[in-house]
């Protein structure tokens, strides 16, 4: 009796080689596994170091300012040349600076730069939507468009640089792309070295991630949601949860 | 011969499988983007508590409870400060809730800060099981955003444990993305899209590991037969 090719001793070897495959896989992952994860964010960061700018910018977010410690690298950047300027890109957290719960984000600035010793004079604002990358690259590069001769070094999160770079070359023209500059800021609780260690650096590597593909699932110009006025959010609000009550009754 | 035909019959199955979820993607995330919303119409209750993030929409949705008369109390948990709040730029998440509810006709009496420097959605659960320990009979309508309510809610079932039946979702509508398109836009991934892996996450952190194992042991049962049918 010849033992046939899908045999039990031949089901046994293989199944050798693949745990001995396994194993090896798992002791690479093991032994490297700092630089493959620190591998894992390289696609997500663009460093665009230049000395050769006029204007600082900053992207206001709802959530704040991009980027960690950007007051100190701002204060920094304007001390080195008191030349240079300040541009803000998006509104902020619209609602609440309405409301005075938060001030403006330009008065921010100046008491963050004067809190460092950097007072400054006129802040440029481009109003847009800095909660969308492409639609701050797309308010950048009208203000670009209206500025021939200004050249941006904007600043923004570590993990989030590579979109950004990306979005501002979908919105500018590519002679015109070298005129705004990428410097990305790593977070003060990790960096490419040690983002896995804290549950921080898990949520901005993955949502940097998720932002990177999400060109996969669209295109990224979906129109934002209309943003209502606050006493129209609670009108609505309300108004639904009555239509609710209705309904169930 | 007869293994190369299994072979193409698998790959045949599997690249229908693919082609039917690409076709039907559109309906797919919408239903996807839906599903996280586990809200509930508000009822009357003692406490309304505002979970923190999203300054802009959940204290507004709480003020407007209150002002409606469906409960005469809020509760924000107390939060662990964030780089921002380190530096002084902006004031801590509890603390702008409290200005926007008050800013919205919230007396401050009325406004409890619950103690617990919370840093996640398990954290703010826990301060308000604590609360709940002092108050048995308080009944309370969590607000959130609405993509959050699902992961909320599975959090404080879990931590509130005999407590659980005390509190009602009530959902925010969000304006950060508009859930019907999340996947067109960058802030609809960054929001719906990581709402799925924080779902994953908590699950699988906080969640019992038996139905986990449960489901292993049952693929690898499954995996087997079929290995052991394909040797025959």
Request: glycine share 6%; aromatic share 6%.
């Amino acid at each position: 009796m010849q033992a046939s090719s899908g045999g039990p001793k031949s089901m046994k070897s293989k199944r050798n080689l693949w745990a001995i495959a396994a194993a090896i896989l798992l002791a690479a992952a093991a032994l490297f596994h700092h630089a493959l994860l620190r591998g894992l964010t390289r696609p997500l960061v663009a460093c665009q170091p230049s000395g050769d700018f006029d204007y600082v910018g900053m992207i206001s977010r709802t959530e704040g300012p991009d980027g960690d410690r950007c007051f100190d690298a701002a204060a920094r950047l304007l001390a080195e040349d008191p030349r240079r300027r300040l541009l803000v890109v998006g509104a902020g957290p619209v609602r609440l600076i309405e409301m005075g719960v938060l001030p403006p984000f330009e008065e921010v600035v100046r008491r963050e730069l004067a809190r460092r010793g950097v007072t400054i004079g006129a802040i440029s604002v481009v109003s847009g939507d800095g909660d969308r990358y492409a639609a701050a690259a797309v308010a950048l590069a009208a203000w670009l468009d209206a500025h021939r001769d200004a050249r941006v070094l904007l600043l923004c999160s570590q993990f989030r640089s590579a979109h950004t770079r990306r979005a501002l070359n979908a919105a500018i023209s590519a002679s015109q792309a070298g005129r705004a500059r990428i410097c990305p800021l790593s977070d003060r609780r990790f960096d490419e070295n040690n983002w896995w260690k804290c549950r921080p650096g898990w949520r901005e590597v993955g949502i940097a991630w998720l932002i990177r593909m999400q060109g996969l699932l669209g295109d990224g110009q979906a129109a934002p949601p209309l943003r209502k006025t606050t006493n129209q959010y609670e009108e609505d609000f309300l108004r639904s949860v009555t239509n609710v009550k209705e309904r169930t009754k | 011969m007869k293994r190369l035909r299994r072979l193409l019959i698998r790959l045949l199955l599997i690249t229908v499988v693919l082609v039917l979820l690409w076709v039907a993607r559109v309906p797919l995330l919408r239903v996807a983007g839906r599903w996280l919303d586990a809200g509930s119409p508000p009822r009357p209750a003692d406490y309304v508590m505002v979970l923190n993030g999203e300054e802009n929409s959940r204290p507004l949705v709480a003020a407007a409870l209150v002002r409606a008369q469906l409960a005469p109390q809020v509760l924000v948990a107390e939060v662990l400060a964030s780089p921002d709040v380190i530096d002084r730029v902006r004031p801590p998440s509890h603390e702008i809730n409290r200005m926007v509810l008050e800013k919205r006709g919230v007396p401050a009496n009325r406004i409890t800060i619950l103690p617990g420097r919370a840093g996640t959605t398990h954290d703010e659960a826990l301060a308000l099981a604590a609360f709940l320990d002092n108050h048995r009979h308080a009944k309370v309508l969590v607000v959130t955003s609405d993509y959050h309510t699902r992961r909320s809610r599975w959090a404080f079932s879990r931590d509130l444990g005999d407590h659980s039946g005390q509190v009602l979702f009530v959902s925010a509508p969000t304006e950060e993305c508009d859930v019907t398109r999340w996947w067109l836009d960058e802030r609809g991934v960054a929001t719906i899209a990581s709402e799925y892996l924080k779902l994953a996450f908590y699950t699988a952190r906080y969640g019992c590991a038996l139905p986990w194992l449960a489901a292993c042991a049952c693929l690898a049962v499954v995996i087997r037969c079929a290995r052991n049918r394909d040797a025959r």
